[in-house]
């Protein structure tokens, strides 16, 4: 399409405008995500939070770059990384961007063994069939990352153990979420490649 759009009048370059985007949305990788906390309780409670969907960043196509170069020492997922985020969020809420590239404030992260990724179906359920759909299920132990959990990513590409390395996939901003020694929380996320 075109590239210059300052001789054209108003009318033109909003149909323009309009084309670009419909242009954009129609081409290119689309991902999906959702994700959902399972917590037990010392005492034995469960809870089960509800699905929710999160934010998958634009650094996402510099991983699928990587991955179909085979490019030497990139891989795909690796690290799931939690974040206080701030206090402030508790009453004034903010969202993630696709633009972002790391936690506002990561307090931890824990590598994501590859048994702990499978394929789902359509319905949600694991199956060893290829698909376009994967779900991660972790779990996060009495001991690991306790403290206020407000924002969360999955991290690949040339992660490792460090803060703010590999390439973001996704970003989720969530309620306040206060992590304890007498708690463990199964975190699972999907991913659903269009």
Same mark, same amino acid.
């Given at each position: 399409?075109?590239?210059?759009?300052?001789?054209?009048?108003?009318?033109?370059?909003?149909?323009?405008?309009?084309?670009?985007?419909?242009?954009?949305?129609?081409? %290119?990788? !689309?991902? #999906?995500?959702?994700?959902?906390?399972?917590?037990?309780?010392? +005492? =034995?409670? $469960?809870?089960?939070?509800?699905?929710?969907?999160?934010?998958?960043?634009?650094?996402?196509?510099?991983?699928?770059?990587?991955?179909?170069?085979?490019?030497?020492?990139?891989?795909?997922?690796?690290?799931?990384?939690?974040?206080?985020?701030?206090?402030?969020?508790?009453?004034?809420?903010?969202?993630?961007?696709?633009?972002?590239?790391?936690?506002?404030?990561?307090? %931890?992260? !824990?590598? #994501?063994?590859?048994?702990?990724?499978?394929?789902?179906?359509? +319905? =949600?359920? $694991?199956?060893?069939?290829?698909?376009?759909?994967?779900?991660?299920?972790?779990?996060?132990?009495?001991?690991?990352?306790?403290?206020?959990?407000?924002?969360?990513?999955?991290?690949?590409?040339?992660?490792?153990?460090?803060?703010?390395?590999?390439?973001?996939?996704?970003?989720?901003?969530?309620?306040?979420?206060?992590?304890?020694?007498?708690?463990?929380?199964?975190?699972?996320?999907?991913?659903?490649?269009?």
């Amino acid at each position: 399409m075109y590239s210059d759009r300052k001789n054209f009048n108003g009318e033109e370059r909003s149909i323009m405008e309009i084309g670009l985007k419909l242009e954009q949305e129609n081409t %290119g990788l !689309k991902a #999906i995500g959702e994700f959902q906390d399972v917590i037990t309780y010392a +005492n =034995g409670e $469960v809870e089960v939070r509800p699905w929710q969907t999160n934010v998958i960043v634009k650094d996402i196509g510099k991983l699928v770059a990587c991955l179909f170069k085979a490019h030497s020492g990139y891989s795909g997922v690796q690290y799931w990384a939690i974040g206080s985020g701030l206090d402030s969020w508790d009453n004034n809420p903010v969202n993630a961007t696709e633009n972002d590239v790391k936690l506002v404030n990561e307090i %931890g992260r !824990k590598t #994501i063994p590859a048994g702990s990724i499978k394929f789902v179906d359509g +319905n =949600g359920n $694991v199956t060893t069939s290829i698909t376009n759909r994967i779900e991660i299920s972790l779990m996060f132990s009495e001991s690991d990352v306790n403290g206020k959990w407000r924002e969360f990513a999955i991290f690949g590409g040339n992660a490792t153990g460090t803060k703010d390395s590999g390439i973001m996939i996704n970003h989720k901003v969530h309620d306040i979420l206060t992590k304890t020694n007498n708690m463990t929380v199964e975190r699972k996320i999907r991913f659903t490649f269009n």
